[in-house]
């Protein structure tokens, strides 16, 4: 079975700290890159994050911190990136150790902003890692629930299968299933779409509409991201597997869905500005829809949901207005 070698960890958030629990669970040693001096001091002492998921207790023995990435990176066989994509570009800024002999994980549900690069594409292009060389970690998941250790599953897609089960030996446990996928490029955009849907969800909760309507909504959603991922990325997949239908499920309807609290809030009038500022973690589908919206131009896949969510956030359009518009185009 292929080696993942020495782990490293790129972000220090709720997802991030999450894995990191995950990974300990097999007494693995990490190399934790935190960016915020305070945060990686209070880990090095007390063991747990102070501002995320802060219940989870890490043995600090087998925890290497530093706010040095090149040390990191140098020290490590596989990268794991867990940081919101928004933020991925400012990580890296000052990394002068090449990553294309690297293993690189993308724990991101989210695309790199302006450039329209999922993040393994932007590893490639950017990095030179090669693309038999980056793996991908998706839902149906969130971090709250693993640090409860309640049940859930994640899918891991690469290339070559063999990493795919290294990583998936290194993930199983009592509270956390794996199943392995081929999909990487299907699998990311399935991550970065959820979001933006989940957050169409919380908009049309915020304006009230209810429990039958967001049904309808999900499924016109979920063959939306078909025809998209199709189109992008053309090969046989189900598109009801847990890495597509579960994950959009789990966004769209948790309590935890950090998108779906944003979409309510615009649906209740709030601005972009406000929850931005209000909020202490990143929605992914605020940066996703515009992304998403640019990409398309290139291949006009109907998309009639994730289109009304562009003109909400970036046009400005009214969100009750934009919807009402909308339910005349579902099934």
């Known amino acids: 079975m292929f080696n993942l070698g020495r782990i490293g960890i790129i972000g220090s958030g709720s997802w991030a700290t999450a894995n990191a629990k995950i990974i300990q669970e097999k007494q693995v040693s990490i190399n934790w890159f935190i960016h915020e001096p305070d945060v990686a001091e209070h880990l090095k002492t007390h063991g747990h994050n102070p501002n995320y998921l802060s219940d989870i207790v890490f043995n600090t023995g087998l925890l290497n911190i530093s706010g040095n990435i090149n040390e990191v990176v140098e020290n490590s066989d596989t990268i794991f990136l867990i940081i919101p994509s928004a933020y991925l570009k400012f990580a890296l800024e000052k990394l002068t150790v090449p990553l294309k002999n690297k293993t690189i994980v993308s724990a991101i549900k989210g695309i790199i902003p302006d450039d329209n690069l999922l993040v393994g594409e932007f590893m490639n292009k950017v990095y030179d890692v090669p693309y038999n060389s980056i793996g991908i970690i998706t839902g149906p998941c969130h971090a709250e629930e693993i640090a409860l250790e309640r049940l859930s599953y994640l899918t891991i897609a690469f290339e070559e299968q063999e990493k795919a089960k290294a990583l998936a030996e290194l993930y199983n446990n009592r509270y956390v ?140 359009k009214s969100p009750k207005r934009i919807i009402s518009n909308l339910t005349s185009r579902l099934t």
Do not use: W
């Open 177 to 316: 299933n794996t199943t392995l996928s081929d999909d990487i490029l299907g699998t990311e955009y399935a991550a970065v779409l959820k979001n933006i849907y989940a957050l169409g969800a919380g908009i049309c909760h915020g304006l009230g509409f209810g429990d039958n309507f967001q049904a309808v909504l999900i499924s016109n959603a979920i063959r939306e991201m078909k025809r998209f991922t199709d189109a992008v990325h053309p090969i046989i997949r189900d598109i009801k597997d847990s890495a597509y239908l579960g994950d959009l499920l789990v966004t769209a309807y948790s309590q935890f869905s950090r998108n779906r609290y944003f979409g309510n809030m615009i649906g209740k009038g709030y601005s972009v500005k406000y929850i931005k500022s209000e909020m202490n973690m990143v929605a992914e589908g605020y940066y996703a829809s515009k992304c998403i919206f640019e990409i398309n131009q290139k291949f006009g896949v109907d998309m009639p949901i994730a289109n009304s969510i562009y003109s909400i956030l970036y046009e400005k």
